[in-house]
């Protein structure tokens, strides 16, 4: 009488297959990671974009070909609606409410882009984009700065800018600032 081999998988075989899945699921993973700090960041980049063409479109309708330029010294506004009307690191940013300025945009943006979760940074969070006006320009020339997720992250260069300047914060978090004449 010969032994009938039982039909199955050894443990070994299953546990081969188990780590071959735990493998490919952590590289997927991953994967799923960057794509999703990549949209946000297309996200943030797409509403700077709406924002510098409203301001372009302002400032082509404005018989001074000005910017519009809100009554506050230092004139910021935070681009989008946040917590107490602050943005920037941790919110320390504090901005003047933005009627003003969503009035002056209002006939060229259809509806205000919608606000972005914070930028996690190991210091606190970059919250929202801030606009202001460069001082002693007259509002000839407006800044935009905002920030985005993961080294080497590339800003938004909206037609008409003067310039673009990013830097990355420590290896977590670029920051996009661009002028606008």
Same mark, same amino acid.
């Given at each position: ?6 039909? $199955? ?114 210091? $606190? ?26 080294? $080497? ?29």
């Amino acid at each position: 009488m010969g032994r009938t081999k039982p039909s $199955g998988f050894t443990l070994i075989e299953l546990l081969v297959v188990i780590s071959i899945i735990g493998i490919l699921s952590s590289i997927v993973l991953v994967s799923l990671n960057q794509a999703r700090i990549k949209a946000k960041n297309s996200a943030r980049n797409s509403q700077i974009m709406e924002y510098a063409k409203a301001l372009a479109l302002f400032k082509s309708d404005s018989p001074q070909n000005l910017f519009p330029n809100p009554p506050q010294l230092p004139p910021k506004f935070c681009l989008g609606t946040y917590i107490d009307n602050k943005c920037g690191r941790n919110g320390e940013e504090s901005v003047a409410i933005g009627t003003v300025l969503d009035n002056s945009l209002d006939p060229y943006l259809p509806s205000f882009p919608a606000v972005q979760p914070p930028v996690p940074y190991s210091a $606190g969070n970059f919250i929202g984009a801030i606009f202001f006006v460069t001082p002693l320009s007259g509002a000839k020339q407006v800044s935009i700065q905002w920030w985005l997720e993961g080294v $080497g992250a590339v800003c938004a260069r909206p037609q008409n800018t003067y310039t673009l300047a990013s830097t990355d914060l420590s290896g977590e978090v670029t920051e996009c600032l661009v002028t606008l004449e």
